[in-house]
């Protein structure tokens, strides 16, 4: 039996090195579970990267192409993930406010990192322990369909109810950084 909630569509942010757990965690709750609907950048080889290394145009372009009708945002975290440049991007764009509502922040640890990871900078900006005064939530990787549909609803009406918590004035970075777990620069 499939998910029965709302079926939100939903951007995946991810490090391209964990591209086979980011394409299992599509399958089964995107395809098989009917949980959400996938916006994804890079999980295709056919793919059309945003080739360029102003922030300002790929935030513009990320938000067009991949998040204008998306309203949560999943960062799927992984061993690299707090370390690359494109997922502080996406998020910045996620969370920009104005003419856009944000969208909803939800981070899940991949299996391969057990209950803990490194958070991306922006993400960790955004989230507080014990999930108190804060717009950012993240969690260890649903068991159930049921589990993350109820996940990304928070994280959707958070938009609403607590973007007056978005901390997003950060510099974007401009490279990727060394890797807190690797030691090195990927």
Not at 5 to 16: A, D, L, N, P, Q
Not at 17 to 39: L, M
Not at 147 to 169: M, P, Q, V
């Amino acid at each position: 039996m499939t998910y029965q909630g709302i079926r939100r569509k939903v951007f995946i942010s991810h490090y391209r090195g964990d591209r086979k757990e980011v394409d299992e965690f599509i399958q089964k709750f995107a395809n098989e579970e009917k949980v959400f609907i996938p916006y994804v950048l890079g999980a295709n080889d056919n793919d059309d990267f945003i080739n360029s290394t102003n922030p300002e145009y790929v935030m513009t372009q990320i938000r067009k192409k991949y998040l204008e009708d998306t309203t949560v945002t999943i960062v799927l975290i992984g061993r690299c993930t707090h370390s690359r440049r494109y997922i502080d991007w996406e998020l910045k764009s996620s969370l920009r406010q104005g003419e856009y509502t944000p969208n909803g922040v939800l981070g899940i640890i991949l299996p391969n990192q057990g209950n803990a990871a490194y958070l991306p900078p922006r993400l960790k900006a955004n989230w507080s322990s014990g999930h108190h005064d804060c717009y950012a939530r993240y969690w260890t990787y649903p068991k159930t369909a049921v589990a993350l549909g109820e996940l990304i609803e928070e994280a959707y009406d958070a938009r609403t109810s607590r973007a007056h918590l978005i901390k997003n004035s950060q510099v974007m970075m401009q490279y990727n950084s060394k890797c807190k777990v690797c030691g090195i620069t990927h």
